[in-house]
C-alpha cells in the first residue's frame, strides 16, 4: 500500500507498477521472505532507473542483514 502523501493515483499506481516490475525482475534469495517496502513522497518524482537502483540496494543489504545471527551483527558493529 501507498499512501497518499505520495502523490495522486496516478502516480501511486505508477510507483507500484514500477516496484513490482523491479521486484519481478529482481532475483531473490531461494527461501520466500516478506518485504515491507516504504515510499517517500519524493519517490514518484524519481526515474525508473533510480527506483531500480535504490529498490534493488536495499533488498541486497535486507538479504544480508537477515541472514545474519543477532551475535554476528552486534560483533560487526563494535
Known sequence: MI??????????????RRCKAILDSTPLVQTPMW?????RPSA???SYAQLHEQLTN????S??????TRGQR????V
Open 3 to 16: 499512501t497518499k502523501k505520495v502523490g495522486g493515483a496516478v502516480e501511486r499506481n505508477r510507483l507500484r
Open 35 to 39: 518485504y515491507v517496502v516504504q515510499f
Open 44 to 46: 514518484a518524482q524519481i
Open 58 to 61: 536495499a533488498l541486497a543489504a
Open 63 to 68: 538479504v544480508k542483514t537477515a541472514g545474519q
Open 74 to 77: 552486534e560483533a560487526s558493529q
